[in-house]
């Protein structure tokens, strides 16, 4: 799967493609992630790649032409996609979606955006990771990236599918824990010790449905709350959907 991703900072985001998980994936042929410079094709003597936008207003404009000649050399993978708050929500069904994809391109705005003819011309969608202003949209395109990265059949081996099965059901993680068994006084559930791998498993679902419930209530809604059979696999834990959940470390605040 190749991805592009179009910036004016590319050493942050090539170090970032360099490192861990994306980094192996690459080497291994898995992932071609080719990072490109806008500045490197402006031709003015100060490589200029922003300018004052037209009708006035404070700040700078990420100027057409660089991004156009880019587009032109490179000719990346499409859909080319601009980094944005009022784009379409990315998250971890579009991450699948992208993942079998044979390819896309990021494009990277920074200062008050990108000149619109860029938009009208050259871009086929804008992704959001979210409800916040950025500086740019790199951060956003190394979001993307190692969120799609990691599911790219072999990238991650056997770990990532089922694991994110889980994630697909709508339900949140079940704590995780590991040695000691008993640290400053905190002991590890006994379930987890008992060796017994069916209550094991039905222990995890049973904290993923009371962790959800409590603390996502709009994935709670999407899955329609509690399926038949699930009371009761509650209850063998003696676990609610009412009342105060069961303290931990990490529920503090
Ligand atoms: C950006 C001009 C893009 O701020 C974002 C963003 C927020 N959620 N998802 C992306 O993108 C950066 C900044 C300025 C264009």
Redesign the pocket.
Known sequence: MRIDVLTIFPDLVEQFAAASLLGKARRSGLLDVRVHDLRSVATDPHRSVDDTPFGGGAGMVLMAEPIFATVEAVEPPRPLFA???G?RRFDQALARELASSGGFSLLC??????DHRVHSELVDGEL???D??????EV?AMVILEAVGRLVPGVMGNATSAEDESFSDGLLEYPQYTRPATLRGLSVPEVLLSGDHGRIARWRRAQSLVRTASRRPDLWAARGGLLAGEERLLAEFGLTLEGPPARSADDVG
Do not use: D, N
Request: proline share 5%; aromatic share 10%; charged share 10%.
């Open positions: 980094l944005g708050p784009g705005g920074r200062y008050e955006g990108i959001s990771i979210g916040y202003v950025l500086a740019g949209g956003a």
